[in-house]
C-alpha cells in the first residue's frame, strides 16, 4: 500500500525548533518529488516547501524561507522538515505530500498525503 | 503572485443534484498545471484533477473539471452523499510555486 506516514508534531514554545518527519512505504521513494504543505485550524491548505528526487533542488514558500529547511534520506524512504524560530502562525497541521508522476515526468499536482501532524506554536 | 479565487465559499445542494464549483485565477494559468482537491473534517486532502481536466487515479467520472486561461470549473454531475467536503483548486507558477484556493464547502441542503 502507498502510504505517507508523518511524525514528530507537537507544542513548542515562539523561538523554538521542531523537526517533522515523513516515512513513505509502498512506491519508489526515490523517484518522486515530495512536499510539506500546511493547513492551520479551520483555514485552507498553503504550500511550503519542495524537494526534487534526489535533494538537490530545494523551495521554499516566502514565510518560512531562512527559517525551515526540508531535506530527505531515500535510502531510509524518510522526508523531513527542521523548523526553526517557530511563530505562533506557524500553528498548523503539516502534510507531506507526493508530487504526481505521469508516464515518468513530474506533474505540478499532489497524489499521496499523508494524515497530518500537529504543530502548536505557544507559550 | 496568481491568486485564486474559489466561488462560491459555501453551496448548498441535495444528493442527486449538481454541483459547480469555480476557480478563478488573477492571471492566465496554464491549463496543466490546474488541480483539484476534495477534503472531508479531520481527513487529509485527496487529488480529483490535475491537468484542469484529467481525473486522478480510482475518482470516479462524475467528477469533472474544464476551463482554461482564468476561469476553471470542477462539475459534480450527481451529487452522493460522500461528496459534501470541502474542494480545493490549486495550480503551480514561478513564485510561490504552487498557491491553493481557499476552498468551497459543500453541504448538504
Known amino acids: 500500500e502507498v502510504q505517507l506516514v508523518e511524525s514528530g508534531g507537537g507544542l513548542v514554545q515562539p523561538g523554538g525548533s521542531l523537526r517533522l518527519s515523513c516515512e513513505a512505504s509502498?512506491?519508489?521513494?526515490?523517484?518522486?518529488?515530495m512536499h510539506w504543505v500546511r493547513q492551520a485550524p479551520g483555514k485552507g491548505l498553503v504550500w511550503v516547501s519542495r524537494?526534487?528526487?534526489?535533494?538537490?533542488?530545494?523551495s521554499y514558500a516566502d514565510s518560512v524561507k531562512g527559517r525551515f529547511t526540508i531535506s530527505r534520506d531515500n535510502a531510509k524512504t524518510m522526508l523531513y522538515l527542521q523548523m526553526n524560530s517557530l511563530r505562533a502562525e506557524d500553528t498548523a497541521v503539516y502534510y507531506c505530500?507526493?508530487?504526481?508522476?505521469?508516464?515518468?515526468?513530474?506533474?505540478?499536482?499532489?497524489?499521496?498525503w499523508g494524515q497530518g501532524t500537529m504543530v502548536t506554536v505557544a507559550s | 503572485e496568481i491568486v485564486l479565487t474559489q466561488s462560491p465559499g459555501t453551496l448548498s445542494l441535495s444528493p442527486g443534484e449538481r454541483a459547480t464549483l469555480s476557480c478563478r485565477a488573477s492571471?492566465?494559468?496554464?491549463?496543466?498545471?490546474l488541480a483539484w482537491y476534495q477534503q472531508k473534517p479531520g481527513q487529509a486532502p485527496r487529488l480529483l484533477i490535475y491537468?484542469?481536466?484529467i481525473r486522478a487515479t480510482g475518482i470516479p467520472d462524475r467528477f469533472s473539471g474544464s476551463g482554461s486561461g482564468t476561469d476553471f470549473t470542477l462539475t459534480i454531475s450527481r451529487l452522493e452523499p460522500e461528496d459534501f467536503a470541502v474542494y480545493y483548486c490549486?495550480?503551480?507558477?514561478?513564485?510561490?510555486?504552487?498557491?491553493f484556493g481557499q476552498g468551497t464547502k459543500l453541504e448538504i441542503k
Open positions: 505530500a507526493r508530487e504526481i508522476r505521469i508516464s515518468g515526468s513530474t506533474k505540478p499536482a499532489f497524489d499521496i
Open positions: 509502498g512506491f519508489t521513494f526515490s523517484s518522486y518529488w
Open positions: 524537494i526534487n528526487s534526489d535533494g538537490s533542488s530545494r
Open positions: 492571471q492566465s494559468v496554464d491549463s496543466t498545471y
Open positions: 491537468g484542469a481536466s
Open positions: 490549486q495550480q503551480y507558477d514561478i513564485s510561490p510555486l504552487y498557491t
